[in-house]
Every structure is written in C-alpha cells, then in structure tokens.
Nanobody
Framework: QVQLVESGGGMVQAGGSLRLSCAAS????????MGWFRQAPGKEREFVAA????????YYANSVRGRFTISRDSAKNTMYLQMNSLKPEDTAVYYC?????????????????WGQGTQVTVSS
C-alpha cells in the first residue's frame, strides 16, 4: 500500500505561481510512476504530468507544457508540481497518483493509488 498526501494548493491571481507537493509513504516508490491529475467542477479528471521515479523521465499534457514542471525528491519521498503562468482555466482540484509500473501513462485508470486532492483556484 502507498499513501499519498497532497499539499500546497490555494488561491492565486492569473499569471502567478504555486507549488504542489505529494508526500508518499508506505511502500517504496522507487519502482513507480507518479502523476498529477486535475478535475474541475462538471468535468472529467484530466492528466497533467507524470514522472518515472527511477531516472526522472517526464511526460506533460499539452495544456501545461512549458508552464508546469514535475519533479521528485527521492530523499523526501516527495513529488512536486511547480505551476507558473497560471490561468483561470487551471482552476481545479489537483490529485497525485501512483502506479506500480515503469511505463509513463496519462490514463487515470492505470494508476493504483490516489491522494485526497488539493484545491487550486486561479482568479482573473
């Protein structure tokens, strides 16, 4: 079992920045892929970014590439999402997720563990 806890959400004006954190506990995540997803009211859960814990390969949704950066700190067992140049359409609940496999994927059903989510609100 892996437990995931997100933090760092909040309210920011358009053009601002936030950094989300996802702390993992339980099983080691060294053989995992971890990702960030988001869900706005009335919309389906949407892929944001993913990272292979071993090696650090990354994968981004087109909508955030160049603005968001996913990273991890192995010593802290923590994943991050640095979000810059935020837009009102980035407003959503952001979830971190983990899958016990090495292939990067954007499909929510391929992730095995999920955090509780953290709200990000971007005002215009």
């Amino acid at each position: 079992q892996v437990q995931l806890v997100e933090s760092g959400g909040g309210m920011v004006q358009a053009g601002g920045s936030l950094r989300l954190s996802c702390a993992a506990s339980g099983r080691t995540v060294s053989n995992y892929v971890m990702g960030w997803f988001r869900q706005a009211p009335g919309k389906e859960r949407e892929f944001v970014a993913a990272i292979r814990w071993s090696g650090g390969s990354t994968y981004y949704a087109n909508s955030v590439r160049g603005r968001f950066t996913i990273s991890r700190d192995s010593a802290k067992n923590t994943m991050y999402l640095q979000m810059n140049s935020l837009k009102p359409e980035d407003t959503a609940v952001y979830y971190c997720a983990a899958r016990f496999w090495v292939a990067l994927t954007s499909l929510p059903y391929e992730y095995d563990y999920w955090g509780q989510g953290t709200q990000v609100t971007v005002s215009s």
